[in-house]
């Protein structure tokens, strides 16, 4: 039951990242999701809790046509952070997956949108023009993830450290 509880109660904060007023794409939810493998041993469930955040989320925002790409995009990001974890080195791991995971965001939403709105037409230069209008919401998705992955670490490191010093 705690386990529940400790599940929604992370979920609904990295939900309540996406409703409080923030710049578009600057939430904790890919940071979220290339860290959880470090915390949860899981990759299902690990990648279960940025989603259900998102999902929590897009219920009050609102669902849209994209948003299976979105889910995507950010479960295989918490699938390559999971996988790149074999490799043992954890904040060369972490800082190459912020910048895989945003520019993976990037791609596959950005083809999305493309490919599911008129806005562009469907050709190599309207995908290209598509991904060159969104280059304002990648400094966004990798700021923010650059930011948040940080500010998880920090709170881990800090965490242990407390825990080791008073326990």
């Given at each position: ?7 929604l109660?992370i979920s609904?904060?990295l939900?309540l990242g996406r409703?409080?007023p ?6 904790p939810?890919?940071?979220?999701a290339?860290?959880t493998?470090?915390?949860?041993k899981d990759?299902w ?5 940025p989603?259900?955040?998102m999902f929590?989320a897009d219920i009050?925002?609102g669902f849209?046509?994209y948003?299976l790409?979105?889910?995507?995009a950010?479960?295989?990001?918490t699938?390559l952070?999971?996988?790149s ?13 912020t910048l ?7 791609v596959?939403?950005n083809?999305?949108v493309?490919a599911?709105?008129?806005?562009y037409?469907k050709?190599f ?13 990648f400094q966004?998705?990798?700021l ?5 992955t940080?500010?998880i670490?920090?709170t881990?490191?800090k965490g242990k450290?407390y ?5």
């Amino acid at each position: 039951m705690k386990t529940i509880i400790t599940f929604l109660f992370i979920s609904g904060i990295l939900a309540l990242g996406r409703l409080i007023p923030h710049p578009p794409n600057f939430t904790p939810i890919l940071a979220t999701a290339i860290f959880t493998p470090y915390i949860i041993k899981d990759k299902w469930i690990a990648m279960l809790i940025p989603l259900s955040a998102m999902f929590i989320a897009d219920i009050i925002i609102g669902f849209h046509p994209y948003m299976l790409w979105i889910y995507g995009a950010i479960g295989i990001s918490t699938l390559l952070s999971y996988w790149s974890m074999r490799f043992n080195k954890k904040y060369i791991q972490l800082a190459i997956m912020t910048l895989v995971s945003s520019i993976l965001f990037f791609v596959i939403t950005n083809f999305a949108v493309w490919a599911i709105w008129d806005y562009y037409p469907k050709t190599f230069d309207g995908l290209i023009i598509c991904y060159t209008m969104a280059i304002p919401f990648f400094q966004n998705t990798l700021l923010g993830t650059i930011i948040y992955t940080a500010l998880i670490t920090l709170t881990i490191q800090k965490g242990k450290q407390y825990a080791h010093n008073y326990f």
